[in-house]
């Protein structure tokens, strides 16, 4: 009837100051371990415990592009506002020429920053994963 886990029924109490309990939640946020009596469990015992690693290069690089697709949203929030200003102009014969390559030029820039903002997105998917 045994399915290969074995329960742990036996409590071991350690009692730290703050000074060595913030250090073990520092050293175990640096872990792959989901829970800290895992990893306390495994220093205990001896095992090998993976640390992240993680690469402050990336780190900054992320941290750009994030801003970048900020300054993306906000570049193409007043592209619309001044397209609705414009459309509102429309009365007049040479502003509805200009309208209509203008539409032609605005899906290109939009095709392109949505192409931007989604690479962003998956390489932010894939680091912060």
Same mark, same amino acid.
């Given at each position: 009837m045994s399915n290969g886990k074995e329960n742990r029924n #036996?409590?071991?109490?350690?009692?730290?100051?703050?000074?060595?309990y913030n250090q073990l939640q520092g050293n175990?946020? #640096?872990?792959?371990?989901? /829970?800290l009596s895992e990893?306390?469990? /495994?220093?205990?015992?001896g095992k090998p415990v993976r640390i992240l690693y993680r690469n402050q290069s990336l780190d900054d690089f992320m941290a750009e592009m994030i801003q970048l697709r900020k300054e993306?949203?906000?570049?193409?929030n007043n592209f619309n506002q001044a397209v609705k200003k414009l459309n509102s102009l429309s009365k007049i014969t040479e502003y509805r020429d200009w309208l209509i390559s203008f539409e032609v030029e605005k899906k290109l820039l939009f095709g392109k920053v949505d192409q931007i903002k989604n690479r962003?997105?998956?390489?932010?998917?894939q680091w912060l994963l």
């Open positions: #036996k409590w071991l109490h350690v009692r730290l100051s703050l000074e060595e175990y946020a #640096k872990t792959t371990c989901r /829970k990893y306390s469990r /495994k220093i205990l015992l993306l949203n906000l570049i193409g962003i997105n998956q390489l932010s998917d």
